[in-house]
């Protein structure tokens, strides 16, 4: 069983930045894929980018390209979202998720097996 734990959220004001952590709680720990999601006030979770374990390949949604980045370190099992130049409709609770088996599409929820209990980021105007 693998647990994911999210940290780094906060209030910050429009135009700062912060750094989400993913730690996954588990012995060995090599999935195939990690994502961070988003669901803000009102709205589905959405799917906000992914990186692959292995060659550290990343994904990202269109309104965070340029502005967030995805990176892992493999030997403490963490994966971390830098988030630049936030906006207000940047507001969401953020989650982690790891997809164990090979999946082609890095945004479908479905294809991840774990998730974690979401840390809140509220942007300011």
């Known amino acids: 069983q693998v647990q994911l734990v999210e940290s780094g959220g906060g209030l910050v004001q429009a135009g700062g930045s912060l750094r989400l952590s993913c730690a996954a709680s588990?012995?060995?720990?090599?999935?195939?894929?990690m994502g961070w999601f988003r669901r803000a006030p009102g709205k589905d979770r959405e799917f906000v980018g992914a990186?692959?374990?292995?060659?550290?390949?990343?994904y990202y949604e269109d309104s965070v390209k340029g502005r967030f980045t995805i990176s892992r370190d493999n030997a403490k099992n963490t994966v971390y979202l830098q988030m630049l130049s936030l906006k207000p409709e940047d507001t969401a609770v953020y989650y982690c998720?790891?997809?164990?088996?090979?999946?082609?599409?890095?945004?479908?929820?479905?294809?991840?097996?774990?998730w974690g209990q979401g840390t809140q980021v509220t942007v300011s105007s």
């Open positions: 998720a790891a997809a164990i088996g090979t999946h082609l599409f890095p945004g479908r929820q479905a294809d991840y097996d774990y």
């Open positions: 588990a012995r060995t720990f090599s999935p195939y894929r």
């Open positions: 990186i692959n374990w292995s060659d550290s390949t990343t």
